[in-house]
């Protein structure tokens, strides 16, 4: 392995750390915006922005610098208070962090951003704070003039003679400098003969060890400017007395040079007072270094360690297999040791899939920067909300959502909220209200997104399918099928395709993204309260808590998630509503029967269902369906192997897993059974890859 | 000679460039996050010589300054501000707080060593 460059990766970490701050000066705005008055907050998104503009600075990153220092400015006029932020400013301090964050992006790259849109964004900026910055700005501008102590190249003819006369004062020995240092850097500016002046040394008695009584007279020869002797005294500018004088090109020994001061003191061994008590070197045990709160690791390796553990897991199911075979009591050593061994299992499952997760939040800023883009864009008002941000998801969900989630939260501002003027003739407030929510729900995470708009124009969304032949005209349809059109291919609302959503990508699109992650999309939409969207995905891609069960000596697996729960039926609990279709009865609801074993083309329908074993199976939107199943072997969890590659998309079958006997079971997906089942509204087929 | 050196910056990224700066200079660096974090990691290490971020949470660089030349064992302890600001009022502030000099953000490793070697006195050769 060749050693990596350590400048390299700590120029890959800075945009790591870039993200981070980028994600808490958004925190910082929102809370802004939200009214929050605290001091810090306000400081935090200096502190962000600040750190963003030193570490650009380190990587020679010109653009960043000089955006982030001028945001900064701004920042920084706010922090003194001599900016108050209205809506306006906090627009233009959202679209900066935006603008920031391209910036950001674009420096990681190496892509350059469009010129004309950095300096508009500036000028914006400074708008604000007008003449105050910009003369402000002189005195702060940002230039990397770092102290000049590199003596060794001066181009300057040799041999100038220079006498310093150095005397400092009490206060330079509070400022931690020394004058020994300060002379023997001086003194390696050339070649330097240095004499101290007791003269002003009172009798010890009177000896104020606080005070200051020395100064040094330095006659020194060197190639080195008068300007950049005096910079060596830079840090001590202002504590002392420092006069330096050019004293000819002669060599220093020359007789016309005064005489140096009486009672030369050697300089290895100056006579300063000391402000400072002894110093002690302590050899007690230096504080090991805190350790970081992270590590980062290459993502292949984690993949690895995931595919690693599912293999575990096939393998402690294939063990479990044998031993059950073997014939063991379940009192056995064997078997109260193989249940230790699946319960660890279990939990290094459970660890793996944890350092994969992230928490939800970087995306939904990202959303929120979407929404505020949207509605600026159309002219809308929109107060954007997000929930549970900490909701920790895959990482690899997390990425593959973002593109659907773009589409559905343009959507919502642009289709999803009404007109200024239609809000306000419907008694609503001016400001729409759109809200992203993440939160772990029964094994899976649900995410919804809610307008709080006119809902969904059902009459107008049949119309229009039926002009575009998605659906036969003149159909009865209930309000939940009707709302299912909206994921039909080739559907758009608006008439004219708006500039926004209307990019080609239609809710189709949207569904069978989200599908591919194992997920689920359902509408609920209220006339003139609004619509919510609710995506339902699984925890992970990898395993899956499932049911197995047997239809016709096939062993198929039901994911667990889905069901909702098992029943044993009696013959009269069927009811006939067709050559084809049966029902349920099961607490005062009608559910239809769908038979695994025909669905799949197994066997024909039984005719007796006396005894027979379904599966209640529940929807996101709560639509329901009882699968009749041959038999209910175990509950357990399954590592998911994808069929996409290999067979193409599947009806009614979501993934395969390995067994622990070594055979392979098709892992069933029950909402497309159902929905092909039912045959409602001809919704194709979709891809129901779970994972790859 | 080995110098001890105790760097304090809020940025990863600084921290990460200090460390290997000060590492490759032949000096041992421990590194803190904070004005608050620096101060328990100086407490129980004497230092050659401190760098301080001024911009920072919980504790900034002129607190954190106060707050250890409070302590009479660092009381002569060379103290270098990084700073990303060459304005004089910061200087001035910085010096105020009792810090022993400057470097400006960004920083060359040449430079930095060369000024922690003169405030710690060993010399800039």
């Not at chain 1, 708009?453 to 969304?461: A, C, E, H, T, Y």
Request: proline share 6%; glycine share 8%.
């Amino acid at each position: 392995m060749t050693k990596p460059d350590p400048m390299a990766e700590i120029r890959a970490s800075f945009f790591l750390e870039c993200e981070e701050l980028l994600e808490a000066l958004q925190d910082g705005l929102l809370a802004l915006d939200g009214g929050d008055k605290d001091p810090e907050t306000i400081n935090i998104c200096f502190r962000a922005v600040h750190s963003i503009k030193g570490g650009a600075g380190a990587f020679g990153l010109d653009d960043l610098v000089r955006f982030a220092h001028r945001y900064e400015t701004v920042l920084d006029a706010i922090r003194n208070g001599t900016l108050t932020p209205d809506h306006d400013t906090m627009l233009l301090f959202f679209k900066a962090a935006d603008f920031l964050s391209d910036l950001v992006r674009s420096s990681q790259t190496g892509d350059g951003l469009e010129p004309d849109l950095v300096e508009g964004t500036l000028l914006d900026l400074e708008s604000f704070t007008g003449d105050a910055v910009k003369e402000e700005e002189a005195a702060t501008d940002f230039e990397p003039m770092a102290v000049s102590l590199d003596l060794s190249d001066f181009d300057l003819p040799s041999g100038t003679v220079y006498r310093v006369i150095f005397a400092p004062e009490p206060e330079l020995f509070k400022s931690g400098n020394e004058p020994q240092h300060l002379l023997r850097a001086l003194a390696e500016a050339g070649t330097a003969r240095i004499t101290c002046d007791s003269s002003k040394l009172p009798r010890l008695e009177a000896l104020d060890p606080e005070n200051a009584y020395l100064s040094w007279t330095v006659d020194i020869e060197t190639e080195v400017s008068a300007e950049d002797l005096t910079e060596l005294f830079d840090f001590v500018d202002g504590l002392c007395s420092l006069v330096i004088t050019e004293v000819s090109n002669a060599p220093p020994d020359k007789p016309d040079l005064p005489a140096p001061p009486p009672d030369a003191v050697d300089i290895s061994n100056p006579g300063a007072p000391l402000a400072s008590p002894t110093l002690q070197k302590s050899n007690g045990t230096r504080p090991t270094q805190t350790p970081n709160a992270t590590v980062r690791v290459d993502l292949d390796r984690i993949d690895r360690l995931v595919n690693l553990v599912g293999e575990l897991v096939i393998n402690q199911a294939m063990l479990s297999q044998s031993v059950a075979e073997a014939g063991l009591t379940s009192d056995s050593q064997v078997t109260s040791g193989l249940e230790e061994f699946m319960r660890l299992t279990r939990d290094i499952q459970d660890s793996v899939m944890m350092i994969r997760a992230q928490p939800v939040k970087s995306m939904f800023q990202r959303m929120s920067r979407i929404a505020r883009e949207t509605s600026g864009a159309i002219g809308k008002r929109v107060n954007f909300l997000t929930e549970g941000d900490n909701t920790e998801v895959d990482k690899t969900v997390i990425e593959r959502l973002a593109d659907p989630l773009t589409h559905m939260i343009r959507n919502a501002v642009d289709h999803g909220l009404e007109s200024k003027s239609d809000r306000l003739a419907a008694g609503k407030s001016e400001e729409g209200t759109i809200t992203l929510s993440a939160a772990h729900k029964s094994g899976r995470v649900i995410i919804e997104i809610s307008d709080d708009g006119d809902g969904i124009n059902r009459p107008k969304v049949k119309q229009i399918a039926e002009t575009r032949g998605l659906i036969p005209p003149g159909q009865d349809l209930s309000d939940h099928e009707i709302d299912a059109l909206l994921f039909l291919p080739g559907f758009s609302t608006m008439t004219q395709v708006s500039d926004l959503s209307g990019r080609g990508v239609g809710m189709d699109v949207v569904r069978s993204a989200i599908q591919s992650l194992g997920g689920r999309i359902s509408i609920t939409s209220v006339k003139g309260r609004g619509t919510t969207f609710s995506i339902s995905l699984p925890l992970t891609l990898a395993v899956l808590d499932g049911m197995v069960i047997t239809v016709d000596g096939e062993t198929l697996v039901v994911p667990l998630s889905a069901i909702v729960e098992t029943i044993s039926l009696m013959d009269d609990d069927v009811k006939r509503l067709g050559p084809d279709t049966n029902v349920i009865h099961i607490r005062d609801v009608f559910v239809p029967l769908v038979d695994l074993g025909v669905e799949l083309g197994y066997r024909s329908a039984p005719t007796d269902y006396e005894g027979r074993v379904v599966l209640l199976i529940s929807q996101e939107d709560g639509a329901r369906m009882a699968l009749l199943v041959d038999t209910i072997e175990e509950q357990r969890q399954v590592v998911i192997k994808g069929l996409q590659a290999t067979y193409g998309r599947v009806p009614g079958i979501a993934a395969a897993t390995i067994l622990g006997d070594g055979k392979i079971a098709l892992i069933v997906d029950p909402v497309d059974l159902m929905t092909r089942a039912s045959g409602k509204t001809g919704t194709p087929s979709e891809d129901l890859q779970l994972a790859g | 000679m080995s110098l001890s050196i105790l760097a304090i910056d809020d940025s990863r990224t600084i921290r990460d460039m200090l460390t290997l700066a000060l590492t490759q200079a032949g000096f041992d660096p421990t590194v803190a996050e904070d004005g608050i974090h620096g101060l328990e990691v100086l407490d129980g290490m004497q230092p050659d010589a401190i760098i301080t971020d001024i911009n920072m949470p919980r504790l900034d660089g002129f607190g954190f300054i106060e707050a250890v030349r409070e302590q009479p064992q660092h009381q002569t302890t060379p103290i270098l501000v990084l700073t990303t600001e060459s304005a004089p009022e910061l200087k001035a502030r910085a010096r105020a707080a009792g810090a022993t000099g400057w470097i400006v953000k960004p920083f060359d490793p040449a430079k930095l060593v060369k000024a922690l070697n003169m405030v710690a006195g060993t010399g800039t050769a």
